[in-house]
């Protein structure tokens, strides 16, 4: 079976482990690879960041009840947050960093923040920070 570079699709001579035809190409392909990767990380991490201010907004201005479509309109993607808390009580929180919000039922989703989990994970907090 022929075997190919993986960047440039020249002809394979030699080791049967070969992957690139030279230096130049394994570069390219793994650099391409990267930006890739990086590109990803880089629009996942934007759209976290546009969700967590449009929460952010709305919550330091009063709001602890939100209908979901005042949400969207906002531009929070639905799609993305940083993680899930279950409380005691069977209530599911989805937070977008410290600010998360669960389901009040007819459309309603109620804000709250809470950086509660990070407790244990970071040096005590000075008094009148948190
Ligand atoms: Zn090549």
């Not at 440039?8 to 990267?34: E, H, P």
């Not at 990767?37 to 939100?66: P, S, T, W």
């Not at 923040?113 to 244990?120: F, H, N, P």
């Amino acid at each position: 079976m022929e075997r190919v570079c993986l960047d440039c699709g020249a002809r394979l001579l030699g080791r049967s482990d070969k992957k690139f035809c030279s230096d130049q190409c394994r570069n390219n392909y793994n650099n391409r690879l990267n930006r890739d990767q990086n590109n990803y990380v880089r629009n996942v991490h934007a759209q976290l960041r546009r969700n967590r201010k449009v929460l952010a907004d709305l919550f330091e201005a009063g709001h602890h009840r939100i209908h979901r479509d005042a949400l969207l309109a906002h531009g929070y993607n639905f799609t993305f947050f940083t993680h899930l808390v279950e409380t005691r009580d069977g209530l599911r929180w989805l937070y977008c960093f410290e600010y998360g919000f669960r389901d009040s039922g007819a459309g309603y989703l109620e804000l709250m923040k809470s950086s509660a989990y990070l407790e244990g994970c970071v040096p005590e907090a000075e008094p009148g920070l948190m």
